[in-house]
Structure formats: C-alpha cells, structure tokens
C-alpha cells in the first residue's frame, strides 16, 4: 500500500513533511576505498587500472586490451538489429535538434562610459562519459551525455564502460559510435573516474567527467572534483503525476510504475483533486503489478514509497508539487500549459495525457539526465552548457578609465589592496600628464 | 626570484609541466572537525550555532541576535564616507547592467513531428552568501555575489558575515544593502554554511550557497554539496599577462603584483615575446616592492609562484595561456582582440594596456568571482545562471506519438524497462482503436 494523504486531513503537514524528508537510499560509506583507489592509479597508472579490473570485473586485460578497437567496435554494432538500430538514430537525431537550440550566443558591447564588455563561450576540450556496465547500461545515456558534448563542439569525448566478466552491450557501442564518441575503454568503477581525471600511460585525462554510476563512481566524482568538472550526482528517480479525473486510471498507473520499475528506491507520486480517481489509479497499479516483468522492484518501490495525495484543487497540487521539486513531472489535466506556468521548480515537464514520461527518456529530445532528491530547487538537467564554458571580456579606452577607474582605486583602497589601486593610478597619471 | 623560463630552452617542457602541476596551497585537512559542526547545527540548531560563535568568534550572542537589525544596518552604513558610498554606488550599477544581459530566454516549438518543445528558467528561491571576516572581508565580493542572485530574481538573500569580537566591516552591510540583500547574520565558518544549508530556528535553510571561504568553509560547502547546490570551491587567486615590449614595464609590474598582494599562494605569470622586455618587467617588480604596503605578502608570492616565459611570438604565447587556463587573462599586446580569439580556457579576458585587471574587481562589470587552479578548462565565473535552473518541456500530440513513441518503445524494452515502454503502448493502442 502506498502512503495516502489528503490536504484536508488534520495531520496532512506533518505527513507531507516527513514525506519530503524521507530517507530512499542508504548509500554505504566507500569514501575510504575510493580515496585507495585513485590514490593507486595516481601513483601506478594503467597497473592499477589493469589490477582493479581484474579484480571488480574478473577481466584480465593488457594496457593495449583496454580500450576497445575500431573491429570490436564493428562487430559488437553488427549485432544490432535494424529496428534497434532505426530507433537509435531517430533518438539521436531528435536529442541533436533539441540540444543545438541550447547552444547560447556571444555578446560585445560598448557602453557609454566607453567600456567594451561582452563574454564568449568556448567547449571543454575534453570529456569522459562513465556508462554503468550490466543492467543499468542504457544506450539511450550514452545518447543524452555524449550528443551534447558534441554538440558543444567537445573535441575529444572518451566513454569508460566496465564489461563485467568480459560482457558488453551492442548498444551501448552503437549508441557511443552515432553520438560520435571517440574513446571507448572497457573498465569501470572508481578506478575508470580516476582514470578519467589523472591520466594514464594509455588514458589521456579529461577536463569533464558526467555520467550515471553506483556508489564508488558517485563517490570518485565527489573526490575528482576541482581537479575536472563534474555533473551532479545522481540519486534515485521519480515521477510526481498531477492528474485529474478525465484520465485514464490505467495510463496514470503505467506511468507510475515507469519510474518505480527502476529501483526499489525510485519514487512515484500522484496528486489529484478527485480522491476517487486516485484510488481508481492505485487500484490499476495493483492490477499491472501483477504481470509487470519488473514486478518485484516496482512494487517494492510503490509500497514503500509511492504516494496518493488528493488536494482540494489543482492549485494546490501544483504548490505541493514544488515542494516535492520533482525529476520528472507529468501534468495529465485539462490545461496542462496553464497549469505548467505556476510550477517553480522541476527537472521536466510533460504536458498532457498524451505526453508519457518515457517519451522523454528516449526520443522526445530533451535530456534525460535531470536533478533528483529535490534538487531541481537549485539545479537543472544536463544539457550543452555543462561542456562549455564563459570567457568573460572587458576592453578599456583611455575615456572609460578616466570614467570609472577612480572608483576603483578608492574601492582597492577601502579593502586595503593598494595594488590594485595603483595599477589604475599609474594608467589615469599618464593621461593626466596627457591632458 | 621568479622562475624565468624561455621556449628556446631545451628544459622547457619539463619546467614548464613543473609549473603546470606545482602545488600552491596546502590546505589543512578539516573535513572530520567539520563534519562534527554540521551534525552539531543539524541536532541542536541555534544552540549550536551560538556556541561554535562563541567559541570561534569569541561572541556571546542570544539567538535574537545572530540577526544584524535594521538599527544596526542603518548605523552601521552611516558610517561609510560619501566617497565609498559613491563608488560603491557606481560598481553595483555597472555589475547590474553586466548581469542583466545574461538572462536566457524561455523558449517553445513545435516541431514537423507535432511535438512541441522547450525549456523555462525559473529563480532559485533562496539563496545563501558567505562572506567572509577580517582580512579578506571584501565589500565587491558582496556586490559579486549578490547582484546575479537578485538580477536572476532570487526572492529571499541572506548573507553570513563574522564579526570576531564583536567587529563587523560598515562597507560590507552598505554592499549587501546596495545589492538589496534581504537578511544578514553575523556569523561564520562551518556553523554558518551548515546553519544555511539545513536551517535552524532562526535562519531558514536555502537553496543556494555562494561565497568564498577559508578550509573550514570550503570543506562544508563540500558537504553540504547535494543538499544544497553550491557554486565553485575558489583556490587562490592568479594572473596570467601576455605582453609586447610596447608596454611600460611599471604597468605590467604592478598588475602583477596586484594578484600576488592578495596571498602568498597568489600566482602572476608574466608571457612576452621578448626576454629584454621581461626583465625589465622583473626589475620593475623588485622596485615596487620596495614600497607596497603588503610587500611581504607579494614578495613572497612572487619569489615563490612569480613565472616569467619569454616565447618565439604571441602566438605560442597564446597556446602557453591556454595550458595555464588562467582565472585572470591580461593581453597588452597591439591587437588585443585578434589575440583574443586564439584563448580557449580563460575565466576573464581584459584587453590592452587601458584594462588593468583590478578594473575588473571592482567597476568592469564582469563578475570578479571566477574560476582559480587551472578551473577554467571546464567552468565558467559566477553569473546569473548560478541562480536559475532550466525546467524542459515537451508535450506530444496524438500524431507526434504516433510518429515516435514506436521508437520509444522499442529501445525501453531493449533495456528491459517494460513499464516504460507499456506507458506509450497504452496510449498507441487507443489511437489505434479510434483509427
């Protein structure tokens, strides 16, 4: 059984609260081992990485092994079918358009003081994708990281993938090869973060590392950061559904259990204001539970934390929305764009019933990578800007100076940097000599 | 003595790769201390906050107090000269107009499928700055920090100040009142970064915390990264200046020194094509020296980190820029902005000999904060972008799922994700039972 509220309950706050604070994932304590880890590639480069992947992956490798040729590549991509491969590209293709309207434009201007300002955007140099290897190795991920590096205009885009006992994911290399990556190394875990970030003899390091990956790739990537740039780090996901009466109850619940399927800790949550149609909805969960392939994680998941919240309209449903800041939110009501203007904070939005979550987990075009744990309050889903970087430019004429160095000076004075002061005060005493 | 290097030296590349990796700070390894603090604030709240301020700042406060009072403000900010208020007054005017330009736009599409598209930024509610006491307690940081949070529109800005034994700086109140900062408490450290990321009875929690720190606040900033989104972890300051003998070597010298006057660990480099020239900056810096108010700070950052590269031309002076990625980039050279055009990694760019860079602390425009130790390869410097977030869009017609929720499908159920591919087979089987 799901948690069922209702915002005219006595204790509706103090339920909701808790909810919001609730616990979903007990990440256990790696910090340590990781720090062993990336202290050994540090120090031994590919020995380490090639000891470590014969340790975690029972893969024994040569440093030449570790990246995967242009051959392996080919035949690995020749086991696809045609099918796969048509849905791949029209993924591709569509997350290509959606992202290169990300791209943002440089600006220079002259203001009157006489000051040229402006910045410029340039791509990160080089980047690395962690895939997770197994069941959680998405190609449609590969997709949503790599093509906005390419987009960007990343030069270098290298991708780790462990391949566990030496198994690998046709589609992961497919995906890689239409995104346009150019490196792919067969290793994972912390040692493949490490990897990324310091070098090897046969790895070249990166300047930006994003990507999915358990607890000791979330735990490297906390530890590399500074030394490279990294994406946030990922925690479970979930959906929150507002949805009114006019929906199908059955639509609602798949949907539900597209997020629940995932993990047992994934979150699924519906709000409506109609309590009938929210049991109408849990009542359809019970019944796809029974046949859902994934059936015991989804239903572990709804049980301990999926949710029923009926309010007393939809204003309200949208107010308790943006407290829950929610990864993925589906708007199933008669007026999903009007709804959609007063939600503040969500990683996605899918208007109407006719917009399904999973649209935009494959081919919908915007980016499945998106802020979980409430934390689309303060940050966004990955998108082109995260390889590219802001450049900014000033340009002084002599006038401008004049104008607006004295300023400076004092200020320089005031936070006792004489320095800056004086290396205003040097350029203004020649153009008083000047004048 | 700086380290004086030439391309033309057959040492070069290994002094030069010297260079690149030299360790410029030891921070101290607080993390365990402030993991105490933050359990510390998150169980006992005020109480703890008041006792760590204690003890810290040598404060004995009430909770009431830890608020700077509007009285306080106001007597505080009377005591600012008409001249600082004045140039105050000028750098947050011409910061505003700088940030204002920044503002993405919202967009929406639909596409030849019929899937209309899009994204919406949207403020962070609240956020936090840290600011820091003493020393380094540096009004134009405040303006920095606090102008791009309410140009992006942020509703509610506190600011953590310490005051050590009772002192607080009146420039730093008239910024935060300048920039239209809503709360200020006069706290620090640990305790003030913990206090504003999970809140006690007195200060709510925010969303956001910007600021630059000592070890302490840097390490919780770490910890509390997730929780709440933070902007960079600021190492210390640098200068990287690429100038012709064309220049009056003065200049170039008290540039130089206006990064090393920040900190021992501040780093200036100095790149021109012609060795006379560098010397001659060299001695001009020795003569400076002579007199700075802070000379033994810069002295002593520039016997230390002081670089000076003599290259074949501007060009493989460019190219050095870049492995550097420099936070502060000045190009006295003829053609500044063609130059220009030739960096990759810089946080800021200021043009020709009429830019110094201290221009760019106070008045420029640009933000100040930018991103220190070779971070410049994958980050950008603060903006309005640091307080908003992209919230996506997508919403399908019946005829854009129909053209493209197949492809969805497919690919969920090639990775297993049965739900995910039944939410879109549900809605297709009811287009096709109307077809």
Request: net charge negative.
């Amino acid at each position: 059984m799901p948690h069922f509220l209702s915002t005219t309950d006595a204790d509706f706050e103090t339920r909701f609260a808790a909810l919001l604070t609730m616990k979903r994932e007990d990440s256990p304590d790696v910090d340590e081992a990781v720090a062993g880890i990336i202290a050994d590639v540090r120090t031994r480069g590919d020995a380490a990485v090639l000891d470590l992947t014969a340790k975690f992956d029972r893969m024994e490798l040569t440093a030449e092994g570790l990246r995967f040729s242009e051959d392996e590549i080919d035949a690995l991509c020749a086991e696809v079918s045609n099918a796969e491969r048509e849905a791949l590209e029209l993924a591709a293709q569509r997350i290509r358009a959606y992202h290169v309207r990300q791209m943002p434009d440089n600006q220079m201007w002259t203001d009157p003081d006489g000051a040229t300002l402006g910045w410029r955007w340039t791509p990160v140099s080089a980047a690395g994708l962690y895939v997770p290897g197994g069941l959680a190795s998405y190609p449609s991920s590969v997709l949503m990281n790599a093509i906005p590096a390419k987009v960007a205009g990343v030069e270098r885009l290298a991708i780790t993938v462990p391949t566990p006992d030496g198994v690998a994911n046709p589609l992961v290399l497919l995906a890689a090869r239409i995104a346009g990556v150019d490196e792919i190394y067969r290793i994972g875990g912390a040692q493949a973060i490490a990897a990324l970030a310091y070098g090897t003899e046969t790895i070249a390091p990166v300047d930006k590392i994003t990507g999915p990956g358990n607890a000791f790739v979330a735990a490297a990537k906390r530890r590399v950061f500074g030394k490279v740039g990294i994406d946030m780090i990922a925690g479970p996901s979930e959906i929150l559904v507002i949805a009114d009466k006019h929906n199908d109850p059955d639509w609602i619940a798949v949907d539900l259990m597209s997020q629940a399927e995932h993990d047992e800790s994934a979150q699924s949550i519906l709000i409506t204001d109609d309590a009938e149609f929210g049991r109408a909805v849990a009542k359809a969960v019970e019944k796809r539970l029974e046949t859902l392939e994934r059936r015991t994680i989804a239903g572990k998941s709804w049980e301990d934390f999926g949710v029923v919240i009926t309010t007393r309209d939809l204003d309200e449903a949208a107010e308790l929305s943006d407290r829950f800041a929610p990864e993925h939110l589906e708007l199933c009501v008669e007026d999903p764009d009007a709804l959609s203007e007063k939600i503040r904070h969500a990683g996605a939005i899918f208007l109407g019933a006719w917009t399904p979550e999973a649209i935009g987990d494959y081919v919908g075009g915007p980016n499945h990578v998106l802020p979980t744990a409430r934390s689309a309050r303060f940050s966004s889903g990955l998108s082109v800007m995260d390889f590219l970087k802001r450049t900014t430019l000033a340009k002084m004429s002599p006038e401008a100076l004049k104008a607006i160095g004295p300023a400076a000076e004092r200020l320089a004075n005031s936070e006792s940097l004489e320095a800056h002061g004086l290396s205003v005060r040097a350029r203004l005493d020649r153009l008083n000599e000047g004048a």
